[in-house]
């Protein structure tokens, strides 16, 4: 009985292989150091990276996809990528992929999900001379451009090839130490910065909520958080990265991993603005992670937002699926680190902060399943800086001494955070170990 229910198992999982494949479409999406191609599918393609690739070039065979007439096909070359087309190979297709400048590709088929009933074989480009230089290192100092790297990299061609189908995207986000940004030796001694990666919400064609008069979060997020960058460029002992600079769309998950990857970032803050149905709705909000889960939340408020937010990479054209197992891991690790604890006093700082000028919609840390939250190791928030859905609050938004008012709020909140709790080995801790010997001092 087995054997027979084996055997015709196995002929019906020939037949899909063998059956032929259609593309249905291809979407591209970019932020300057990334660049993702997403090629819908009728089924599950065979595919593999060819080794005729070179460090210009990215060829991807198909050989059970079928021809499409190209003109039915909207390829168009976008980021990292200049030029785009599908060749005929054998019975099957190749994807020919020109790059502008080397980058490492990594190839994955994501499954059918709820949004997106089809197979999606997805391309990740990374660009290999990705630095700071992309997503700049903001110093208080004008920074030389660095010159153009126009390095000849070895083999781009990483082999990962017939990627297990649920394989989280992760991707391999190269980190300069901070070593190698650590200041130089007499500020070294009043120990390291407090990294602090600011994150504006949105994105490219996520454009967040949308106000009634027009105005998009994405637009606002940004402004804030260039802000706060300027800002906090300013003060000694902290130093703000942005995890996007420009109109483009991220990944949550990328979100994360560019703050703590590549910057090593200590705290991490999401911008936003946020939107109700009701628009009398106002004020602020601050979010921290639910300590139970994404299932969970402080109030109906809290999942609502949640939930709200945690669209964005579908908006976006993606679904990584994220597992409660492994949501469960980062929320154990969390709590073992004590981030999530450390969270909730962070976003108590910025509320009593935020209450001076703004009026509070929540007058305590909310908490629920923010997907761009789950990162252990980073102390992370979400702000909701104001009801974009609120015509008065659309207008504060927008006007950009409050977007500087709300900003400075955040880095007021950030830095009382620092100077209660002074992060080891920064410059926080070295200031209260100065502190304590003058007093130990005055008392001798
Ligand atoms: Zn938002």
Request: hydrophobic residues 40%.
């Amino acid at each position: 009985m087995k054997r027979v229910y084996l055997a015709g198992l196995l002929s019906l999982l020939c037949i899909q292989v063998q059956a032929a494949v259609d593309v249905l479409g291809v979407r591209s999406w970019s932020s300057p150091a990334h660049t993702r191609y997403v090629i819908d599918l009728s089924a599950a393609p065979n595919y593999q990276l060819s080794p005729d690739s070179t460090p210009g070039q990215v060829l991807l065979d198909l050989p059970n996809v079928e021809q499409t007439p190209a003109h039915t096909l909207k390829l168009k070359p976008d980021g990292l990528v200049s030029g785009i087309a599908f060749e005929a190979m054998g019975g099957g297709l190749r994807l020919r992929l020109d790059l502008h400048d080397a980058a490492s590709p990594v190839v994955f088929l994501l499954p059918p999900a709820t949004q997106h009933p089809g197979y999606r074989l997805v391309i990740d480009l990374i660009a290999q001379d990705e630095a700071p230089a992309v997503l700049p290192v903001p110093t208080p100092s004008p920074v030389p451009s660095s010159p153009p790297v126009s390095s000849p990299v070895s083999s781009p061609v990483s082999t990962p090839v017939s990627t297990p189908v649920s394989t989280p995207v992760s991707t391999p986000v190269s980190t300069p130490t901070s070593a190698a940004t650590m200041p130089s030796p007499p500020a070294a001694l009043a120990g390291r910065d407090v990294v602090v990666a600011i994150d504006a919400g949105h994105g490219g064609q996520d454009t967040g909520a949308i106000g009634p008069g027009a105005v998009y979060e994405k637009t606002v997020t940004l402004a804030i958080a260039r802000s706060l960058q300027k800002q906090m460029a300013g003060v000694k002992g902290l130093r703000p990265v942005l995890t996007r600079d420009g109109d483009y769309f991220i990944p949550l998950v990328e979100r994360r991993e560019i703050a703590r990857r590549h910057y090593h970032a200590d705290i991490f803050i999401s911008i936003h603005a946020d939107a109700s149905p009701s628009r009398g709705a106002s004020g602020a909000s601050v979010f921290a992670l639910s300590l139970k889960g994404a299932n969970t939340a402080t109030s109906r408020f809290a999942r609502a937002l949640a939930e709200r937010e945690n669209q964005a990479d579908q908006v976006g054209g993606i679904k990584v699926p994220e597992h409660d197992d492994v949501l469960a891991g980062v929320l154990a690790d969390m709590v073992v680190e004590g981030s999530l604890e450390h969270s909730l006093h962070l976003g108590g700082d910025i509320l009593d902060e935020l209450k001076g000028f703004s009026p509070l919609h929540s007058h305590h840390v909310e908490q629920a399943g923010f997907a761009v939250l789950k990162e252990p190791g980073m102390v992370s928030l979400l702000v909701e800086n104001g009801f974009i859905t609120n015509r008065r609050e659309e207008r504060h938004l927008v006007d950009a001494s409050y977007q500087e008012q709300l900003a400075h709020a955040i880095l007021q909140g950030v830095e009382r955070y620092c100077r209660h709790y002074p992060l080891p080995g920064t410059y926080f801790a070295w200031q209260r170990q100065q502190a304590a010997r003058t007093r130990t001092a005055e008392v001798n």
